[in-house]
């Protein structure tokens, strides 16, 4: 190879090595990945507090432009609720526990920047406050009321969560304790309807002893007999006659998801990491 054609083979291997380096560079990349937001840090020294009751913490914060056009604390609310409905005559006992988010994370109290809040020792500008909770926060819950208030329980219970119990202790229930509840003390269906849904079944037991005879539901009555369940009042089903209360509960409680969040001069927003508060 000539010394002219190295020379060219050389300056074409240079382009190419630019034009590799100009797609490629990490380097350049990361000068493109846009403004830099402030760095914001929150402590709340309770994690509980109660309804109406305001929450204390402390806010750190500081940017590179050290300019900052938004101070808020944001907080989402989220719902736990507890329900429990149990039955006499077999104790079955429906229950579920639900969590939902019962509003979405707003700002709840904003702030003026301040260049007197700057703290030396912690190279940043710091905020001590406190920010409000809703007296509607607090938590709610029946408890083996020795009174019944249908108006309450409507109010209260969904009425999936009501179906539900029914189609669960409906099962636990034998021949003579649906005959008690539904023919005997409530009246949902007559005798001999009732009876027309079972049959009877004789067993012999294994030692040759005297067969034993037992009613049995049909197969096809279960979905009738369990429509005409449904009609029994919850009070007769639920009522504890040894303890006299109605064994019915529930509880509601809330707990604050609460940032704070912080726009700098850039219009760049970032957020304080999520602190958990439990409303009593």
Known sequence: MTNTLKYIFGALTGVFLLASCEINDPINEIARTGDIGANVYMEIP??????GEPVAFQTEYWSVDNQFTSLAIWYSVHANIKYS???????????????SLARE???IKA???SASSYNEEKFSYVINDQFPVSYTLATASIENEETYNQNQIDKLFPAPIINSFYEGYFPTLDYE?????????NSVMDSATFES????????????GTPIEKKVMKGESAPVLLASFKLVRLDALVYNPDKFYYQLNYSKSFQLKARFRVVNGND?????????ITVN
């Open 177 to 185: 304790m649906l005959k008690e509840v539904m023919v005997e003390d």
């Open 111 to 113: 702030y003026e920047h």
């Open 85 to 99: 409905i149990t039955g006499f005559l077999t104790g079955y006992a429906f229950s579920l526990d639900s969590a």
């Open 268 to 276: 760049v927003e970032n957020f304080s990491d999520e602190k958990t």
């Open 105 to 107: 994370s707003q700002e």
């Open 197 to 208: 849904h079972f049959e009877i079944v004789v067993t012999t037991p294994d030692d040759g």
């Open 46 to 51: 309770s994690a509980n507090v109660a309804a």
